[in-house]
């Protein structure tokens, strides 16, 4: 199995514009996250999908973070407008169940300029 | 506020000897934990976990220790090696969500 996958690896972007992070999960895997990296909050979940459904939002930090999961194999995180703030590392993460350990992509490195 | 706590950002030990990196937590409910390991430019990887049920498991040189009364939890690693330099990130569970702490950055010397 390839593991979890994510494009881009890396996105530089201007301020105000749309950004799209892409995630495919592993296969079988019915539980998907996306967490965001900085140096002051660490690794904090943004939302969480069981069954292409999403469970928690709680996470994201403002109506300008959206995140889909149109089928089982496909997810994305859209930030619109981007802002410098929004600089950080966004994993994907999938899991096949509750209470065992969640397989991470290698992350998308976003930086606004 | 963070729930799960690494209080080290960093830790140096020789190569043969033994690396210990420590762990708190403060939300009891937390009934699942686990050690993550992370190179530069990649992913975390899963490492070990333990059950809340257990105080201890083991996995070849690496053990992960749970004191539940105390709220704290260590992974120890023996003999530590060069190639176990990275950042280790200890997570807390209940129910789906992985709490995640700031994460150690361990060099392991020659």
């Known amino acids: 199995d390839a593991g979890v996958i994510q494009s881009p690896r890396h996105e530089v972007t201007e301020m105000g514009q749309e950004v799209t992070l892409r995630c495919k999960p592993i296969?079988?895997?019915?539980?998907l996250f996306w967490y965001r990296q900085t140096m002051m909050r660490g690794l904090e979940l943004l939302i969480y999908?069981?069954?292409?459904?999403?469970?928690?939002d709680s996470g994201m930090p403002e109506d300008r973070f959206s995140a889909k999961m149109p089928n089982a194999s496909f997810s994305t995180l859209k930030i619109q407008p981007s802002e410098p703030r929004d600089s950080a590392v966004y994993f994907c993460?999938?899991?096949?169940?509750?209470?065992?350990?969640?397989?991470f992509g290698q992350g998308t490195r976003l930086t606004v300029v | 506020d963070q729930q799960v706590k690494q209080n080290s950002p960093s830790l140096s030990v020789q190569e043969g000897r033994i690396s210990i990196l420590n762990c708190d937590y403060t939300n009891s409910m937390f009934d699942y934990f686990l050690w993550y390991k992370k190179y530069p430019a990649e992913g975390p990887t899963f490492l070990i976990s333990i059950s809340s049920i257990k105080d201890k498991n083991e996995d070849g040189r690496f053990t992960v220790f749970l004191n539940k009364s105390a709220k704290h939890l260590s992974l120890h690693i023996v003999p530590s090696q060069p190639g176990d330099s990275a950042v280790y990130f200890c997570?807390?569970?209940?129910?789906?969500?992985?709490?995640f702490g700031k994460g150690t950055s361990l060099l392991v010397t020659p």
């Open positions: 999908f069981n069954n292409n459904v999403p469970i928690d």
């Open positions: 993460a999938s899991s096949g169940q509750t209470y065992t350990e969640a397989f």
């Open positions: 296969s079988g895997h019915n539980s």
């Open positions: 997570a807390a569970q209940s129910g789906y969500a992985l709490n």
